[in-house]
Structures are given as C-alpha cells and as structure tokens.
C-alpha cells in the first residue's frame, strides 16, 4: 500500500511540475507574494524549507478568527491538522498527522507542542490563548525536536506576533448573531530614540444563545466574554543589541463546555432531538440541572535579547507564564437520574457533577542560542533550554446538580523540570544542493504528589473513601535527531526529503477523584521520514506544494478516557505506524482572482494485541472485539487513533474588482474532515460521519477602510465533535452559524 502510495504522489509531482502557465504575460498584481516563515528559527521563504510546513496568514486567518472565534477556527484550515476540546475555548486539544490525546486532565501531556513567539506553551490551559494581531500562523508537520524541544513528536503549532516596529496599525470592530462582539486593535511604531512600541488588545463576547429548558428565564448557556491584551516594548540599545519586552494577560468568563444528554441515537451516530429518536436535533436548547460556570485568568511577562556579533547572532528568550482556572459543569448533561422521580431526557443512570480548578499554574522557560549569519556554504545554530513548572490541580464529586459542598475532593501537585542542549549545522553547496543536520539532548523529569482527602460518598458507589497522599516520579533522557537534504530542480523546484526521531517525555496521571492509584505512561518515541515537491509555477501564478509521509511509534501514549469504571488511565501501545500525504496549492490565475486548496490523507493504526480498553458504560455499540473471558473489555489492537480523520481539505477562493476609489471584493473558505471515533475502541454511537463548514464574506475596501458582511458556519453544519461515555450517550457539538458585520481602519 505504501508503494502504490508513493507511486501516486511521484506521479502527482511529474504533472505539478508541467503544469501550464494561465497566462502568457505576467504582471506584479498575478503574481504569488512569497511566504516567509520562522520553521527553522531563522527566515527562509517556505520553498526552500525542507519541512512540511503549512501557514495561515492575511485574508484567510483574519475570516476564520473573527466573529467570536477561539483557537479551534484553526482546525482543519491546514492539512493534517484537527483541534477540539472538552473544556470549550480554554483547553484545546491539538492533534497533527493523527497523533494527539484525548486527554481532558489539566496536566494532559500532548504530542503537539504550540510556540507563542518562541517560547513552548506548556500546560493545556495556556495554548487556548487568543489568536490576534500575528504576522503569521505556520504549521510543522513531523517531528521538530531539534530546535524547539520537548513534545513534539508530532509536531508544532507557532504564532508570531505582529513586532514594535510593525507599521501595522489597525482598528476593526464587528457585531453579529447572539450579540457576538469581536473587536481588535493593534497599535504601535517608533517612539524616538530607538525604543518602538506596540499595543494590541482582543475583546470578544457573545450571549447565553442555549435555552435550558430546565431553568428559570431563556438562554441561559454558551455565553462568554474574553479579553485578551498585549504589550511590547522595544530598544534598539545598538546597531547590533536589540531588546523586546513582552506582557500578555488574558481574562475569560463564561459557561463551561456544554455537554448534551443522550444526543446520539442508539444504534447510530445520529443527532437526536430532546424527545427521543424521532426528533429533531437543536443546538440551541438542553435539559439539564446542573451548574455551570468557567473563568481563566492567565499572565505572561517575557524579554527577548539578540546580539549581532558579526559572524554570530546571539539570541535570549526569557518567559514566565501564570494561569488559573476554575470550570464546572454538569457532565451528564441532563437532568434527574434513574434515582429520581424524573430523568431525561433518555437514561440517566446516576448524576455527574464535577468540577477541576487549576488555583496556580507557573511556568519559566529560558532558552540561549547561537545562530551562524551566513546565507551560503556551512551555517549552524546552538543553544540550550530549561524549562520548570508547577502546577495545583483540585477536582471536586458533587453529589447533586446543585451542591456547593463537594462529597469528594482530589488534588494533584506536579513539578516539572526539562532542560535540553541542541545544535544543527546545514551546508549549501554551488548547485543550491544542501544538506542539514540537528541533534538534541533532551532531560525530562516531573514528580506528582496526589491526594484524595474527603470522600463522602456512599460505600456501593466502589470508591473506598479517602486516599492517602501518593507519590509517582517519571524521568527520562533522550536524543532525538534529524537529517534533511534539498535539491533544486530548478530555479521554482526544490525537491526535498527529511527523517527525524521524535520524543515525548513520560507522563502521569493521577486523577484520584474516581480512581485509587495513579497510572504512568513511559516516553514514546517516533520515527519520521517525509520527501516531498515544493513548486512555484505558471511565471509565479501558481505555488504547489506535496509532501508524502510515513512514521512509526513505539510505545505510543494513549490515554483510556472514561469507559464503564470512569477512570482515566494512561497506556502506552507497543507500535502505532502512519502514512499518507499532504498537498496544498495556492494561485492568482487573473487578476484579481486567488485560489487556495490543501488536502491530506492520515492512515494509521494501533499495533499491540495486548493493548486492552473498558468499554463505555453508556449502553453504546462497541464494534471492537470483546477481550475472551472478560465483559465490557475490548481491543484497540487494528484501530485508527481516536480523533484521526483519513481526509482534511481545505479551500478558498477571493475575487476583487475595482470600484471607486478602492475595491469590492468576495471570499469563502472551507475546511472538511471525514469520519473520527472519539475513543479508544470503535463504536456506532461515539463517532461522526464528516463535518463540513464554510464562510463566506462580501464587502468593499480601500488602502484604508474595510467594510464587510460576513457568515460563519453558513451552512448551519451540525456535527458531533466529542462525546462523554461513562454515563449516557453525551455529545459536544460544533460552533452554530452567526452572521454579522465587520468594519476596519488602517492608519
């Protein structure tokens, strides 16, 4: 399969690279503007890097993070990648090529790492922070543990923030369904005297839009306000001494995730409405008698020094990062219980209200390179990165929807330390041959101390009362590598080709509110190997790039969610193996017409038949095969990884036409993903079909005012995009189509 594979995308290359021009003249307005992107912590144009790299930037990333968006608008708007999230806007969880984790613990360890300005973000509760004023979003596909470190055998995701000295300013407001309000500004420039400075701030809300027809009033669900600011400060102490300070704060309040009783129909992955199988399904009303609240807090203060010693730049990246958060919600997602006079809607076997605070979150991160600053012949960087944090988890067993008293109380303190020392060297020869290399020294250690101290709830419940304090230490020291090579076709064709050893670190779970023991996952190890095309043609009208992959894993970190006995429990499968491919195009065949596309295919497949999970406890359909001997436990041995689509696409298309003294302009934008399970066994009810969501956005501009109509979710696609199975047949369910208007000033 993997020949016929790699057969396909040569010959996918061949025709790429004779492909005909749109027109025989070109002019600067039909040209393609080149992509510079950061993938090797240094600025390269994306086609001469020999890294599967995918960005987002310009009209289509300020379409899919306006309107009230978080983080997950990013999800399938690239290949290979998909984002969601059991806690809502506050914890996303990132899943490149297939591999991430289903994890909803606030110490859950992932696969993908997300870089803000060079520095890793560590903790779930820190890579939910807002996506505003960025020159860029790139995508790293593939294992990126030479120059940014731990956790990141995946991949990364990177933001890089709009600079002081950007000339940028911008102001822009818009309003639309539920009251939604998105207003940005990003404000800055030279204060004189070599100090530039930039203000940027992010404000969002919406309205409680979901009617819970169980409580007093209307719409009393879903709604949230979030502001987000930042502020940079830049001296220019020298030609050669630069120094940029940073402050970010973010402060959020709203619902929690809002989970829905019973939403699947038995039998089949259907949507079904609040009476049963025969109604309709509707995003904007539950049923449920729970509580539900969530507020984050989160605080950054960070420098970045760089030095240009001639033939050396050195560089300093010093960061702290602060957060907490408290979330409940009611996690049956309906009302009542087989113990009450009254349940729904369906089954309830028992209620569950839970909730998990993060009352402290610190993290200090300081990284020291050195970078050669030569453009040909033997380059090289090297450095060396620490990392520690700590972190308080607290989680809280209600025994009735409306309790503030909690029958059970289970904390967790974790500290965790990493430190690495790297270096690469990459040589170009007089044909534009080159070839690089990189190696790290990765050091991980991290201790938990967990707890249940109370624990009142009834004996028959198998909990066994309070736990005593317990103690789990993981470490682990590892060196991860990479070698990659590129050779020019031409002077628009650059073949390329790149393996590389990933790593993750060992990882603890000790969520004792349910559960007696902690369990531990060893590290993984994954190695990578990816060739691929990156192409621009058609006299610059058309840029395609295609990348064909394969990578193995060996005792890969899974995470058994849930199930019948409602723990969570870590694992590692003794091999997971992974191909497919990832294609992506951009071009101006007219003037005034852009068109983009990308597309991916994930196969891949757990490969340990000792690997054994519980099943739901919700009365679902498991097709994975029963364990001989043991009810209620089933292989995951031959699954797709949970969270995995086969296919990601992703398009636009954008045509402006003059008109007066500027332009009216339309764009659309769409991301599709095909079928997920959302666990570790396969089954009817816990998966969905395909999702498919688009935009669209009609408005006139000139160099300095935009003004816009636009709509989100158009099509008012309703997909399932998680679920909870230890209980009932509980979904979470994507984002509701809003429409609104929007209006900017650039000065």
Known sequence: MRTKLLLSLSAIAVVATSAPAFAQESTDETRLDEIIVTAQRREENLQDVPVSVATLGGETLAAVTGAGADIRALSGRVPSLNIESSFG?????????????????????????????????????????????????????????TLFGRNTPAGIVKFDTAKPTSKNNYLKASYGS????????????????????????????????????????????????????????????????????????????????????????????????????????????????????????????????????????????????????????????????????????????????????????????????????????????????????????????FGAPTDTTPAAIATQRQGSTAWGLFGSLSYEFENGVKLQGGLRYNDDQRKMVAARPVDTRPGFLGFGGPVPAVTTEVGDNVLTWDLAASYPLSDDVNLFARVAKGYRAPAIQARLAFGRTPSVANSETTMSY????????????????????????????????????????????????GYGFEAELEAKPAQGLTLTAGLSYNHNEIKDPNAFVA???????????????????????????????RWIANWTAGYA?????????????????????????????????????????????????????????ITNDVSAVSGIDFNNLTAMVNEPRVFGVEASIKF
């Open 178 to 397: 539920f009251n939604t309000i998105n207003a940005e500004a990003g404000v800055g420039g030279e204060l004189g005297n070599g100090i530039s400075a930039r203000l940027s701030v992010l404000y969002q809300r919406r309205d409680d839009w979901v009617d819970n027809l169980d409580a007093p009033g209307e719409n009393n669900l879903e709604g949230f306000e979030d502001l987000a600011a930042r502020l940079q400060i830049q001296a220019d102490l020298s030609d050669a001494f630069t120094v940029r300070v940073v402050g970010q704060i973010r402060d959020f309040d709203g619902t929690a995730r809002l989970f829905r009783a019973n939403a699947f129909a038995k039998g089949s992955n259907k949507l079904i409405g609040l009476g049963g199988p025969t109604t309709e399904f509707k995003r904007d009303q539950v049923r449920a008698d729970g509580l539900n609240f969530q507020r984050l807090r989160n605080y950054n203060l960070g420098m970045t020094a760089e030095y240009d010693a001639g033939p050396v730049t050195i560089t300093s990246v010093t960061s702290y990062w602060n957060g907490n958060l408290y979330s409940r919600g009611d996690i049956d997602g309906g009302f009542g219980n087989a113990f009450a006079p009254t349940m729904g809607p369906g089954f309830i076997p028992f209620s569950a209200q839970s909730q998990d605070n993060v009352p402290s979150l610190d993290q200090f991160t300081q990284e020291l390179r050195f970078a050669s600053n030569n453009t040909g012949g033997l380059g090289y960087q090297a450095g060396v990165f620490y990392l520690n944090e700590k972190l308080d988890i607290t989680s809280f067993d």
């Open 657 to 713: 036409a003059p008109m007066g003294n500027g332009e009216a302009y339309v764009f659309t934008d769409w991301a599709y993903r095909s079928k997920v399970q959302f666990f570790l066994y396969d089954s009817v009810e816990f998966s969905d079909d395909k999702m498919l969501e688009g935009g669209l956005r009609i408005g006139y501009r000139t160099d300095k005012f935009d003004i816009a109509a636009y709509a989100r979710n």
């Open 530 to 577: 990816e060739a691929g095309i990156k192409s621009t043609l058609a006299d610059g009208k058309l840029r395609f790039n295609l990348t064909g992959f394969y990578f193995s894993t060996d005792d890969l970190q899974l995470t058994a969610v849930g199930g019948a006995s409602n723990f969570t429990t870590l694992l590692n499968a003794a091999k997971v193996d």
């Open 615 to 645: 099943g739901c406890g919700a009365n679902c359909t498991v097709t994975s095969p029963q364990r001989v001997g043991s009810p209620g436990i089933f292989s995951i041995n031959g699954n797709q990884l949970p969270q995995s689509p």
């Open 89 to 145: 806007r506050t914890f996303p969880r990132f899943y490149i090529r297939g591999l991430g984790n289903t994890d909803f613990d606030l110490n859950a360890s992932q696969p993908v790492s997300l870089v803000y300005d060079d520095v890793v973000l560590e903790n779930p509760i820190l890579k939910g922070f807002p996506v505003f004023d960025l020159d860029r979003v790139e995508v790293l596909r593939g294992p990126q543990g």
